[in-house]
C-alpha cells in the first residue's frame, strides 16, 4: 500500500484547508486510513480515521468540531476538511494506513503504511 499526502499549505488564523491523501495498493478496502499530525519537536498525535465502508473515529480532544475527514472510494482518496485554523495546528499532517485499527488511542506504529507528510502553516 502507498500513500500520498498533498494539499498543505499557508492559511491565515481562522482560514479552512483541505489535505489529501491518496491511497494506491491491491488491498486498500482492508484498511483503515488515519490522519496524523507532528508539530516541530513534538510527538505525532492522532487526528481522526476512517474505515473503507465509513466508519469513523475521532479523537477525543476539540479538533472533532473542527476537523472532518471523509473519502471518495472511486478516487481511494482520504480527506481531512479543516476548518477554523489556529496557530497551534501548524504542523507535519500525515496520512497512514492500518489494518488493525481498533480505536482512536492506538499507537502510530500499529499503522504499517506512511504517506511522506504535507506541511500545513497557520499564520497568526
Known amino acids: 500500500v502507498q500513500l500520498q499526502a498533498f494539499g498543505g499549505g499557508l492559511v491565515p488564523a481562522g482560514g479552512s484547508l483541505r489535505v489529501s491523501c491518496v491511497v494506491s495498493?491491491?488491498?486498500?478496502?482492508?484498511?483503515?486510513i488515519a490522519w496524523f499530525r507532528q508539530p516541530p519537536g513534538k510527538e505525532r498525535p492522532f487526528i481522526a480515521a476512517?474505515?473503507?465502508?465509513?466508519?469513523?473515529?475521532y479523537d477525543a480532544d476539540s479538533v472533532k468540531v473542527r476537523f472532518t475527514i471523509s473519502r471518495t472510494n472511486a478516487k481511494n482518496t482520504v480527506y481531512l476538511q479543516m476548518n477554523s485554523l489556529k496557530p497551534e495546528d501548524t504542523a507535519v499532517y500525515y496520512c497512514?494506513?492500518?489494518?488493525?485499527?481498533?480505536?482512536?488511542?492506538?499507537?502510530?506504529?500499529?499503522?504499517?503504511?506512511w504517506g511522506q507528510g504535507t506541511q500545513v502553516t497557520v499564520s497568526s
Open positions: 497512514a494506513a492500518g489494518n488493525a485499527i481498533t480505536s482512536a488511542t492506538m499507537p502510530p506504529h500499529a499503522y504499517k503504511y
Open positions: 495498493g491491491r488491498t486498500v478496502s482492508s484498511y483503515t
Open positions: 476512517i474505515r473503507w465502508h465509513g466508519e469513523l473515529i
